[in-house]
């Protein structure tokens, strides 16, 4: 079960240590918040992806956060008519690996928080 992030918790789950996908699964660390990560030269949780565009597909394959292959989360996006719709519209083709990690740095990187 994924940990629902909260505004009000600074865009975190607001646990000490993050739970993982499987109510077994605990992390070792608590979920970074997702304020102003495009002004963090560290992404990820050890800082160990360069860019929010390599920090952003790291979470779906991991075994402990959402544990789905990338091909397999590239497919369910495509065979949404939805999502793939708004791919098209923004990218001008369908949903690949480059083009999610894209639109999901995109993401993080406007969620910003002015002091």
């Known amino acids: 079960m994924q ?19 499987e109510p077994t699964d605990a992390g070792v660390r608590n979920a970074p918040t997702l304020l102003n990560r495009l002004f963090s030269s560290f992404q990820g949780w050890s800082g160990n992806a360069a860019s929010l565009d390599r920090q952003a597909l790291i979470p779906i394959p991991a ?12 497919q369910r996006l495509t065979s949404n008519a939805t999502y793939n719709s708004r791919f098209q519209s923004v990218y001008g083709q369908a949903p690949n690996v480059e ?3 894209a639109a999901l740095a995109s993401f993080q990187g406007n969620s910003i928080h002015a002091a």
């Open 99 to 101: 083009n999610v990690a």
């Open 63 to 74: 075994a402990h956060e959402i544990n789905l292959p990338i091909a397999e989360a590239i």
């Open 3 to 21: 940990a629902a992030i909260s505004p009000g918790l600074a865009f975190t789950d607001g646990n000490p240590l993050a739970k993982g996908n």
